[in-house]
């Protein structure tokens, strides 16, 4: 076991995205032909699942399965199924559709190369998950493409929400909200920046805080009565969860 204390972070936000999964599913749960609350409540579920790992990592030591979990659920998958949820709120719904049939389908094909590919276990740390050991290093090229996927819809998403809703009379909790949940999807980014790095530390704090801050920014939009600027959620007549929730 790690003498670390900031390893130890990741039990916290493990604890904290199985909370927020729970609160994302109750609102699915009353409104559940709205697939942007479904992509969300998936994302979040896999966020805490990537966080899991690297908890186990840090109690219990390197193992190969929790190894490859981790990086299907946290370095591969990213931000791609909340970034999926904007999408359904941003284009026309087969256009969406026909989006997360084409990343689901690039996941599992490389998820399908992340578990054939053999391990260099001498390059193996014992607290520390790192891509690193992968004896098929092209492997790690899948990642950028999912990474550009959430940045270009999940970060781009919120905060063209977030400059929409600034022309909205009283919509200011709509605009904090979409900023939060912007900074907090950009975060892990960085932090995983410096894992590269070999400070780990870092994507800990950068995990917890990230999320924190996705939920401040859903807070922050539930005690907002302004209309949507989507549709897709004006037509919903359930509490739902997205970078624009009503």
Request: aromatic residues 12%.
């Amino acid at each position: 076991m790690s003498t670390n204390l900031l390893h130890y972070l990741p039990i916290a936000s493990t604890i904290v995205a199985a909370a927020f999964a729970y609160v994302l599913y109750r609102h699915w749960q009353k409104n559940t032909s709205a697939r942007y609350v479904m992509w969300w409540m998936i994302g979040i579920g896999l966020y805490g699942l990537g966080t899991l790992t690297e908890a186990l990592t840090t109690l219990f030591g390197w193992n190969e399965p929790v190894f490859r979990t981790w990086y299907v659920a946290g370095a591969l998958l990213g931000g791609a199924p909340l970034a999926q949820g904007t999408v359904y709120l941003l284009l026309k719904r087969k256009t969406a559709d026909r989006l997360a049939v084409a990343i689901v389908t690039y996941i599992a094909m490389a998820s399908a190369f992340v578990i054939a590919t053999p391990l260099e276990l001498d390059l193996v740390e014992t607290n520390r998950l790192s891509g690193e050991v992968m004896a098929w290093q092209w492997v790690r090229l899948f990642s950028p493409v999912v990474n550009l996927y959430a940045v270009v819809f999940l970060i781009g998403g919120a905060f063209w929400s977030a400059w929409k809703y600034r022309k909205t009379s009283g919509a200011r909790s709509r605009v904090v909200g979409n900023v939060l949940i912007a900074v907090g999807a950009i975060l892990p980014g960085i932090g995983g920046g410096f894992a590269r790095a070999g400070t780990v530390e870092v994507l800990y704090v950068a995990e917890l805080l990230g999320l924190a801050l996705i939920w401040a920014g859903y807070r922050q939009m539930t005690v907002d009565r302004a209309e949507s600027i989507h549709e897709v959620q004006r037509m919903s007549t359930a509490p739902t969860f997205s970078t624009t929730t009503t």
